[in-house]
């Protein structure tokens, strides 16, 4: 399997550089173009890109540079770079940019050369790049990365439960005995930061609520959302401790990596850090699809991997940049392979290779399989929007951190469920009205 994957990865990086070297000597002389990106999770990613990125532009007779940052700075550097003019050809960030809108290319050309090459994509990717109501691609998404439970396989088979929680009850009940027993809790965040932000929703959305129904219209304040607060609030006073309220990005890895929790959500970036310090304790993790609430089992992207060429770019540094991005996406079987299956592909057929990988891990995991879980991932993974569009006051309430500090507080107990998804709804929205008044945001009735 393994032998077999290296050759078509092969076959992809040929034909992807052969197609960039038929647009070599169609740039001006002196052209380069830059990228901004973050300091990816998976170490070994950037090393490769780095290396792919230069051996690119030598292909392609233009210069190329790549710099990396926190994924924290982003956003920030992004802005900075739209108001003053100047900055990065390409930047890429985590999370949807909508807001950002009137300062990026509509990429409407590129979604459309990609989907002609490369086929259909997976549904959270289009979430992320585009805006109906405007009818515009602000945006290429390039990959995603899915959010499985992750869970200290002893710990839970100990309480009874070998192959993990399954749903919401099973989380309550088999982390709090683990708790009770063991005194190493459930992390699951409840503080302003990415993790918790994803989690929060991923209840709510399986108890049935959500920040916004299909037609754009706020729905936060609902018995159904009531329910999912009472219910992390419970999960926290029984089966948590206090730490999830200074909860950061980093806080569930460290936490699974020293072996202090029983279960978070969370990407493959922490067990893969664990697998390198320690193949034993590695081996004890295993993973779970998103866990069933009353009405389903759903579970956002941890984050996506997203293009934007700021409106400053112009001439041959565009279509360079263009062309880039076209490429990139058709070596993504490089692009999974040395993130160690953290970036999943948007477009499918650029990564044959992935249920082979799921089944029997590249990189050594033990068992070989423990990824398999992640094959039905299309079918509960969603974006930050769902169940409407990721628009540019979605994009604004995730900045917030409204919903972890909503859920918070009845953790806390400083308001019950009741006053406290009241108080988040009307601050949503205020935030929808501003974005609806823009034009960027539908519903309204």
Known sequence: MKDLSRILMAVFVFVALTFSAGAQGGYAEGTEISLLQWSHFVPRYDEWFDAYAAEWGE???????????????????????IDAGDGHTIVEVLFSPASYIDGLHDLGDLNAQAAEMFGERA?????????????????????????????DIALWSEAGYPDGPKTYDDLLEGG?????????????????????????????????????????????????TIAAVKYLAQLQNEA???????????SNNQALIAGEVSYILNSNSAYR????????A?????????LAGPAGAYASSHVWQIYVIPEYVEGDELAAAKQFILDHSANYSDVTYHSELYNFPCHASTVPEL??????????????????????????????????????????VFAESIIPNMVAQVALGEMN??????????????????????GMVGGGM
Request: charge should be negative; glycine fraction near 8%; hydrophobic fraction near 40%.
């Open 240 to 250: 948590m401790t206090d730490e999830v309220f200074g909860w950061t990005a980093a």
């Open 417 to 438: 469920a009741e006053e406290a998804v009241a108080q988040a709804h009307e601050r949503v929205e205020e935030i929808f009205a501003d974005w609806r008044a823009r």
């Open 123 to 151: 549904s959270t990717c289009q979430a992320a790049s585009y805006l109906p109501v405007v009818d515009t691609y602000y945006a290429y998404t390039h990959g995603y990365v899915p959010d499985p439970g992750d869970y």
């Open 355 to 396: 249920d082979g990988w799921l089944e029997e891990d590249p990189w050594g995991s033990q068992p070989p399989n423990k990824f398999e879980v992640l094959k039905t991932v299309n079918d509960w993974s969603v974006h930050l929007g769902f169940p409407g569009v990721t628009n540019p006051a979605i994009s604004q």
């Open 176 to 224: 709090r005995a683990i708790f009770e027993a063991t005194g190493i809790p459930v992390g699951i965040g409840m503080s302003p930061e990415l993790d918790s932000r994803m989690a929060n929703r991923a209840a709510i959305w399986s108890f049935g609520g959500s920040v916004q129904d299909e037609n754009e219209n706020v729905v936060l304040n609902s018995e159904e």
């Open 273 to 280: 850090s664990l697998q390198k310090i320690d193949e034993a």
């Open 282 to 290: 590695a081996a004890n993790i295993g993973f779970t699809s998103a």
């Open 59 to 81: 292909a392609n007779g233009l210069g190329v540079t790549v710099d990396h940052v926190n994924f924290t700075e982003l956003f920030s550097t992004l802005a900075a770079e």
